[in-house]
């Protein structure tokens, strides 16, 4: 995110998930980040929560919501991202993490 704007800039990675294999090559990505910026860093288990139609959370929905975050501190915005990931599972269990971490620069 920069200071400023109002809708979340998707940063692609690419590789497999940390901690899985000793033998993994990680592509390194600099980013300036300037007061006022704020970095959304979640699991897949957050976009990939499904609910009871099993329809996703997704990309879009996740990107809508923290767009609308983005004047709140960094732990209110991780628990409204959870409750809203939550609310969309409904009681549809998940079986894989729903680990947002937010990066609130000052």
Known sequence: MTEGLSEAILLKGKGI???LSDDIELEL???RLNPGDT???YTDGVTEA???RDEEYGMERFTTLVSGLLDRGAREMI???VEG???HAGNQPQFDDITPVVLKVG
């Open 17 to 19: 998930a940390l901690g």
């Open 29 to 31: 990505v600099e980013l």
């Open 39 to 41: 970095g959304v860093f």
């Open 50 to 52: 499904t609910n009871e």
């Open 79 to 81: 628990e409204a991202i």
């Open 85 to 87: 990931v939550t609310a």
